[in-house]
Nanobody, 125 residues
Framework: QVQLVESGGGLVQAGGSLRLSCTVS????????MAWFRQAPGKEREFVAA????????YYSESVKGRSTISRDSAKNTVYLQMNSLKSEDTAVYYC??????????????????WGQGTQVTVSS
């Protein structure tokens, strides 16, 4: 059994920063990568960022590239998403996801096997 728990969301003013965390528990071996997706009210869930395990390669959506950094702490089984220069359009529920099959579709929901419950990020303008 694998569990992903997100934390770090909250209310922040435009231009501010947040660091989201996703801690994995359970059977954490054979992980090929992890990602962050987000879903804004009335919109479909969209890809934000991903990191592949070996080698460590980050990927970002155009909407957050240059403003966000995805990283991992293997010892803590945790993946982070540092978001800077936040905008009102970043308001969404942020989900982390885990790839256990080695999918090449890092930006698609179908490429991930396990999901967290989400953490709310609200950016006020």
């Amino acid at each position: 059994q694998v569990q992903l728990v997100e934390s770090g969301g909250g209310l922040v003013q435009a231009g501010g920063s947040l660091r989201l965390s996703c801690t994995v528990s359970g059977r954490t071996f054979s992980t090929y990568g992890m990602a962050w997706f987000r879903q804004a009210p009335g919109k479909e869930r969209e890809f934000v960022a991903a990191v592949r395990w070996s080698p460590v390669i980050p990927y970002y959506s155009e909407s957050v590239k240059g403003r966000s950094t995805i990283s991992r702490d293997s010892a803590k089984n945790t993946v982070y998403l540092q978001m800077n220069s936040l905008k009102s359009e970043d308001t969404a529920v942020y989900y982390c996801a885990m790839d256990r099959r080695g999918s090449t579709s890092y930006s698609l929901e179908s490429g991930y096997d396990y999901w967290g419950q989400g953490t709310q990020v609200t950016v006020s303008s």
